[in-house]
């Protein structure tokens, strides 16, 4: 067991600190985060940052650098972000495309598909999105029902996604879709990617609780899929989903917005009932909790990456991160604003930096619970995956799809 | 980096694990709980020759000159099997005050009999039902002379001798003081885990020699604190999961409305729950095993979040083990009140939960990295 650095490593280090140094400004303390005035100007922005990434050689990682990676170990990856987390960058765009769309082109697409499209997505020249919930499929994701029929050489796409992040703003995206209604769920689902601008596919952002509007609706009318944007077999996309979604709770795990250091650093800062609110017992009492739990995710992401380097596979375990995460976020989000007492309430974006990041974990912890698997179907996975237990009973099961009875209400 | 333990360390964890099941440590907490034994000397001596009282002494004085990072990986597994022996008293606190402060006499008196397992030790710094604190310390030292009183003294009834917090000349200071003699009077107590034994010291002019200097007694004291607690914390977590992994084997065997019990959403959810203290608190005590074994500047922060965080991984694990078990959890009969009990044995013996909380939070303002 050692925390530090070897040889390697320090170098490697230092070299990812140099490179950063000299194309990004140091954040001058932790709340000096980016922030775009515009999502369009932080598009431009992400893009523009990505390109510099990819030019110095520190884009996608992980991936293999025939793709436009970098063949990374875990261990660099670790060190990476522990070093670029000191620097004012862009960030929040290509997590989809370059965390779950990429790996799952990497292990199911041709080699002419992966020369194609593969690098222009880890210079984010080309935005990817996923399409996969629907209306009445979320946590039941194999329930599906946007249809796909071949004609041809091609498919004909029918039906209607939701929740899709980025979608108004992607060039390309993987979607799962039912090829065979007469036989079980899992069983009749088919995988594609395709490209945003085919005729038929209209996106519609849905309105958010924060107010904005980062996720869309998707609809598609008679929209044309050559089948060799096919990934996986027809009948294969529950196993192509699966791979994705291991790949997805590895990219989402880490939610944005107030975390342990910035509710420590406002309760050093922030008045309470005459005295500063570090002093109160309740507040150091949640702090050491948080601070707890944080390390600990800290700590558990370690240990992963030390079984990932000894050539062990990610385990369902990293379902726990998102959990941990999402619900600390919730509850320090919700700390802060109680600390700005009625004041907290009012909303704040032009006026102060630090009140909007908290009002922000507030809306956006109510989603990141539900994003990427709910609370609940994780708490499933660790407990029918990693302990044992036995799976829920499933009244759907073994019935053909089209027998199944369904509500969206 | 490499956050793991090595294949050296697993095998030790291996070899302490099937010692403990041969010897059916756990049925003998129970065997403490139930009878008038302070603690089970039949195990005592096979940790003992195993040569686990000696782990991290040096060779100079007789020990095996290993590193902490064995002795988590053997606290961890006395935690998972209940063992009743006062390892924790003799090995995490006196010897580890010993090692850390004991003139170099000091050690050769002390450290070989401990390695040997020929004398045990304890740690005796309560006084009364609140924490003690550098001004409510009221047992004192005059001319090498000690007079008060501690309480809950884990194995003080069966120690030879105990590091005890006392004040000299204004100052806290930690003495070692042997007990085998008229002016140390010991008074068994009863407590919530019978498993372990407690006892009331009273010192009337007992002889009593200081360890390092009255001048760095409290810093002393929180570092042989701090140093503790990580040991504590895997003994901790070594329970907690015990508590999850019974819960879990119960659960699939006991059915109820035609199915195993493990198949409901609510206990499923409740496993998920256990199962995520644990591996936070794991992730946490890997970091303070590390701290405590390099003698990090971390190790304050380190000790107190794995303290905190087993601390609570333990409570949540051995109550709901219970409530997975429903009303044969709370019965005599079945093992599941063994871990209870220890689990709040083991978060009082060096400092309340919130205690460490408040640690935790000042050594980050001390450390000012953030």
Redesign the interface.
């Known amino acids: 067991?050692?925390?530090?650095?070897?040889t390697d490593?320090t170098k490697f280090r230092e070299e990812a600190f140099n490179w950063l140094s000299n194309n990004a400004p140091l954040k001058e303390n932790?709340k000096d985060t980016w922030k775009p005035a515009s999502e369009e100007e932080g598009l431009k922005e992400a893009k523009a940052w990505a390109a510099k990434l990819h030019e110095g050689g520190w884009a996608c990682l992980h991936w293999p650098k025939e793709y436009g990676g970098r063949d990374a170990t875990p261990?660099e990856r670790?060190?990476w972000g522990q070093e670029i987390s000191k620097f004012k960058v862009p960030g929040g765009y290509f997590e989809i495309g370059q965390g779950m769309a990429g790996p799952v082109m990497m292990m199911y697409a041709n080699e002419e598909q992966k020369k194609r499209y593969l690098p222009p997505l880890a210079k984010a020249e080309e935005v990817w999105c996923q399409l996969f919930s629907e209306p009445a499929s979320g946590s039941d994701l194999a329930g599906l029902k946007t249809k796909c029929e071949k004609d041809g050489d091609d498919w004909i796409i029918n039906g209607q996604k939701i929740w899709t992040s980025g979608a108004h703003f992607s060039d390309y995206g993987i979607i799962v879709t039912r090829s065979d209604p007469n036989v079980a769920k899992h069983k009749g689902l088919t995988y594609f990617f395709l490209d945003m601008k085919s005729p038929g596919v209209e996106v519609r952002p849905i309105k958010q609780i924060s107010g904005g509007a980062n996720f869309n609706e998707v609809y598609f009318t008679d929209v044309r899929i050559p089948d060799e944007q096919r990934l996986g077999e027809v009948g294969d996309g529950w196993k192509v989903s699966l791979t994705t979604l291991m790949n997805e709770r590895l990219a989402v795990g880490d939610a944005s917005g107030p975390d342990f250091?910035e509710a420590?650093?406002l309760a050093?800062g922030q008045d309470l009932n005459g005295k500063l609110a570090?002093e109160n017992?309740s507040v150091?009492?949640k702090?050491?909790?948080w601070?707890?739990?944080a390390?600990?995710?800290?700590?558990?992401k370690?240990?992963n990456?030390?079984?990932l380097?000894r050539g062990e596979t990610p385990g369902p375990?990293s379902s726990?991160t998102k959990?941990?995460s999402a619900n600390k976020l919730q509850e320090i989000a919700n700390f802060g604003l109680d600390l700005m007492d009625n004041a907290g309430i009012l909303r704040s974006d032009d006026r102060d930096a630090e009140q909007s990041m908290y009002q922000y974990g507030f809306y956006g912890a109510a989603g990141l619970r539900i994003a990427g698997g709910t609370d609940?179907i994780?708490?499933?996975i660790?407990?029918?995956q990693?302990?044992?237990?036995?799976?829920?009973?499933r009244a759907d099961k073994g019935i053909p799809f089209n027998e199944i009875p369904t509500s969206t209400k | 980096?490499?956050?793991?333990?090595?294949q050296e360390?697993v095998q030790l964890r291996d070899s302490v694990r099937k010692m403990l099941d041969n010897k059916e440590a756990l049925k003998k907490a129970r065997e403490v709980l139930e009878g008038e034994k302070s603690y089970d000397k039949d195990l005592w001596n096979s940790l003992v020759e195993m040569g686990l009282t000696a782990t991290t002494i040096p060779e100079e004085y007789e020990g095996l000159g290993l590193g902490h990072?064995e002795l988590c990986v053997v606290a961890e597994e006395l935690g998972r099997s209940l063992a009743p022996t006062p390892f924790s008293s003799s090995v995490y606190l006196a010897t580890e005050a010993l090692l850390l402060l004991g003139s170099d006499d000091q050690k050769k008196e002390y450290l070989p009999k401990l390695a040997r397992g020929e004398i045990i030790g304890t740690f005796a710094h309560s006084e009364s039902n609140t924490s003690p604190t550098a001004s409510n310390i009221n047992t004192v030292v005059n001319n090498g002379k000690i007079n008060g009183k501690k309480i809950a003294v884990p194995d003080g009834d069966v120690s030879d001798f105990a590091i005890v917090t006392a004040v000299e000349d204004g100052k806290i200071g930690l003495y070692a003081v042997n007990l085998k003699n008229e002016k140390s009077q010991i008074i068994s107590q009863d407590t919530l885990d019978p498993s372990r034994s407690h006892a009331e010291i009273s010192f009337d002019g007992a002889d009593s020699e200081l360890l390092g200097s009255t001048e760095e007694g409290w810093a002393n004291l929180n570092n042989l604190l701090d140093k503790a607690a990580v040991l504590f914390a895997f003994e901790q977590l070594g329970g907690a999961e015990a508590c999850m992994n019974m819960a879990?084997e119960y659960?699939?065997g006991r059915f109820a409305f035609g199915?195993?019990i493990?198949?409901f959403?609510a206990?499923?959810?409740k496993?998920?729950?256990m199962?995520?203290t644990v591996?936070?608190?794991?992730?946490?005590c890997?970091?303070g095993?590390?701290a405590l074994?390099t003698d990090s500047a971390e190790l304050p922060t380190a000790a107190?979040?794995s303290r905190?965080?087993a601390s609570?991984a333990y409570h949540e694990c051995s109550k709901e083990n219970i409530q997975t078990h429903g009303g044969m959890g709370f019965t005599w009969e079945f093992d599941c009140h063994l871990f209870y009990k220890r689990c709040r044995q083991l978060a009082a013996n060096i400092g309340s939960q919130?205690i460490?909380?408040?640690k935790?939070?000042s050594s980050?303002?001390r450390a000012n990295t953030?």
């Open positions: 067991m050692d925390f530090n650095d070897t490593e932790p261990i670790v060190i250091e420590f650093n050093r570090i017992d150091r009492e702090l050491a909790d601070y707890c739990q390390s600990g995710l800290k700590f558990a370690y240990r990456i030390s079984a380097s375990q726990i959990i941990v609940e994780l708490k499933n660790i407990s029918e990693v302990l044992g237990m036995p799976q829920d009973m | 980096m490499n956050f793991e333990f090595s360390q990072l879990k659960s699939l199915r195993p493990a198949s959403q206990i499923k959810h496993l998920a729950d199962f995520v591996e936070l608190a794991r992730s946490n890997y970091f095993a590390w074994s107190a979040t905190v965080s609570q919130a460490w909380k408040d935790l939070i980050l303002e953030l």
